[in-house]
């Protein structure tokens, strides 16, 4: 039996990506755009073709994450944010809110779209995914945004 078999490449180059971050909690979240922008120079990437986007909270991320998307100037857009369960329900009520609206993005432009929000319990989980013992979310969302970018390229429009 003969099949096709399709996958992305890790490299960065030409590649144009956008990078939406969430200033709230931006001791984390700068580490972890500094995770994503070092993960997409050694692959390749030119700094002239990244472009980053600051936003208020994780809450709004989705809303310029569609601009970028939308307007086709980019092959991929990562999303990072950092959002730390407290006392009550509203750290789970964004982050799925968040999460649900980034996939229908992704889903409604055929631009990948990289879900790189550090959802924890506490914040000494949230300082682990950001660049400590538990690795970058930040490198590891961009490495996902490479290997995408580079997969979609392979299907015809």
Known sequence: ?????????????????????????DFLTRQLLAGALDCL??????EADITVVWVPGSYELPLVVQKLARGKTVQAVIALGAVVQGATPHASLINAQVARA?????LETSVPVID?????????QAIERSG???GNRGWTAAQSAIEMANLMKKFKA
């Open 116 to 124: 790189g929000v550090v959802a924890t319990d506490n914040l000494e």
């Open 102 to 106: 980034l996939v229908q993005v992704a």
């Open 1 to 25: 039996m003969s099949y096709q078999e399709l996958s992305g490449s890790l490299a960065a180059a030409g590649l144009k990506v956008g990078i939406v971050v969430s200033r709230f909690n």
């Open 132 to 134: 400590t013992k538990s």
């Open 41 to 46: 120079k050694r692959h390749g990437a030119d």
